[in-house]
C-alpha cells in the first residue's frame, strides 16, 4: 500500500491554524485587559519607559489583530479548498474533523451514498493511516536530528 505522505496535510494545516486562531484570540483578550489595566487600571499611575512592553502594547494590539486576521482568511481559504474535494476519503475527512459532524451524521449526509459501515470502515481506516503518516513524520524527524548531530 503506498500512502501518499502529502495527501492529508490540508487537515494538519486546519488543526494548525485552529489552534493558532485560538490561541491569537486569547493573547489579544489578555493584551486588551493589560491596556485596560494601563488606562483606568491598577497600573494607570505606573510611570511607563519608552521601548518597555506596556509602552508598547498598542502596537502588539494591532499585530495581533492583523495576525488573527490573516490566519482567519487563511483557515476561510482552506475551507473553501477542501470544500471542493471529492473524494470520500476527504469527505469524511472534513465533515468529521472540519465540520464536526459525527460518522452518523455523515452516513445520513445527501452528499454521502455510504452506509455507516462502511463509514466507520473506510474513517478506521484512514486514522490508521494518518496515525501512521503522524509516526513517520516523527520518526523522520527525529532521524534529520541524530543524522545532523552527527554531522557536526
Given at each position: 500500500?503506498?500512502?501518499?505522505?502529502?495527501?492529508?496535510?490540508?487537515?494538519?494545516?486546519?488543526?494548525?491554524?485552529?489552534?493558532?486562531i485560538k490561541y491569537l484570540k486569547?493573547?489579544?483578550?489578555?493584551?486588551?485587559?493589560?491596556l485596560s489595566r494601563r488606562i483606568s487600571g491598577?497600573?494607570?499611575?505606573?510611570?511607563?519607559?519608552k521601548g518597555s512592553k506596556g509602552a508598547r502594547v498598542e502596537e502588539e494590539i494591532a499585530r495581533l489583530e492583523q495576525e488573527l486576521q490573516w490566519r482567519v482568511q487563511a483557515q476561510h481559504d482552506l475551507?473553501?479548498?477542501v470544500s471542493s474535494f471529492n473524494g470520500i476519503e476527504e469527505q469524511i475527512l472534513r465533515k468529521k474533523y472540519i465540520d464536526g459532524q459525527t460518522l452518523e451524521?455523515?452516513?445520513e449526509?445527501?452528499?454521502?451514498?455510504?452506509?455507516?459501515?462502511?463509514?466507520?470502515?473506510?474513517h478506521a481506516e484512514l486514522h490508521r493511516r494518518l496515525d501512521f503518516l503522524d509516526?513517520?513524520?516523527?520518526?523522520?524527524?527525529?532521524?534529520?536530528?541524530?543524522?545532523?548531530?552527527?554531522l557536526r
Amino acid at each position: 500500500m503506498v500512502i501518499n505522505a502529502r495527501r492529508f496535510e490540508w487537515l494538519q494545516e486546519y488543526g494548525q491554524l485552529d489552534h493558532d486562531i485560538k490561541y491569537l484570540k486569547w493573547n489579544l483578550l489578555k493584551t486588551r485587559a493589560e491596556l485596560s489595566r494601563r488606562i483606568s487600571g491598577d497600573l494607570s499611575n505606573d510611570h511607563l519607559v519608552k521601548g518597555s512592553k506596556g509602552a508598547r502594547v498598542e502596537e502588539e494590539i494591532a499585530r495581533l489583530e492583523q495576525e488573527l486576521q490573516w490566519r482567519v482568511q487563511a483557515q476561510h481559504d482552506l475551507r473553501e479548498l477542501v470544500s471542493s474535494f471529492n473524494g470520500i476519503e476527504e469527505q469524511i475527512l472534513r465533515k468529521k474533523y472540519i465540520d464536526g459532524q459525527t460518522l452518523e451524521e455523515i452516513a445520513e449526509d445527501d452528499e454521502v451514498h455510504y452506509t455507516l459501515s462502511y463509514i466507520r470502515k473506510k474513517h478506521a481506516e484512514l486514522h490508521r493511516r494518518l496515525d501512521f503518516l503522524d509516526k513517520w513524520d516523527a520518526d523522520k524527524y527525529e532521524l534529520q536530528v541524530v543524522v545532523g548531530d552527527q554531522l557536526r
